[in-house]
């Protein structure tokens, strides 16, 4: 997916007991991001279900052109809906582990998402 003209998100959902919270956004890849740079999120914290797949939902705008990376949309509306990434870290063990997200543009114009650090030491993995 190219990244050209256009700032992307990674939103996400929660389920609680009789309710869904609101929709949410993270900005990941801002409007105007250069190839060949990126951003992490060592400000924001993420539980990863390791052993299990999970599937991260991405949203496009041509009209947020404001957003900064790490940037939380609380509205959502007027955003596009792109197909969802799922990744998998493989484990023996199924188990919630703490990470944070980075994300790049490529010298091509791809983006490129993924997890720089666990709580447990470094590693990565890339989910697009």
């Given at each position: 997916m190219a990244a050209t003209g256009r700032g992307?998100?990674?939103g996400g959902y929660?389920?609680?007991?009789?309710r869904r919270p609101p929709l949410k956004a993270l900005t990941v890849v801002p409007f105007g991001m250069e190839e060949g740079t990126g951003y992490e999120f060592t400000d924001r914290k993420f539980l990863l279900r390791v052993g299990k797949a999970a599937q991260f939902r991405f949203?496009?705008?041509s009209e947020r052109?404001?957003?900064a990376a790490g940037a939380l949309i609380?509205?959502?509306?007027g955003m596009d809906e792109l197909a969802p990434v799922e990744a998998q870290l493989p484990s023996e063990v199924q188990e919630n582990v703490?990470?944070?997200?980075a994300s790049a543009v490529?010298?091509?114009?791809c983006c490129s998402c993924g997890s720089w650090r666990g709580m447990g030491g470094g590693g990565s993995w890339s989910s697009m």
């Amino acid at each position: 997916m190219a990244a050209t003209g256009r700032g992307w998100g990674l939103g996400g959902y929660w389920r609680g007991p009789g309710r869904r919270p609101p929709l949410k956004a993270l900005t990941v890849v801002p409007f105007g991001m250069e190839e060949g740079t990126g951003y992490e999120f060592t400000d924001r914290k993420f539980l990863l279900r390791v052993g299990k797949a999970a599937q991260f939902r991405f949203f496009q705008s041509s009209e947020r052109a404001g957003d900064a990376a790490g940037a939380l949309i609380e509205e959502i509306a007027g955003m596009d809906e792109l197909a969802p990434v799922e990744a998998q870290l493989p484990s023996e063990v199924q188990e919630n582990v703490a990470v944070t997200l980075a994300s790049a543009v490529t010298e091509t114009g791809c983006c490129s998402c993924g997890s720089w650090r666990g709580m447990g030491g470094g590693g990565s993995w890339s989910s697009m």
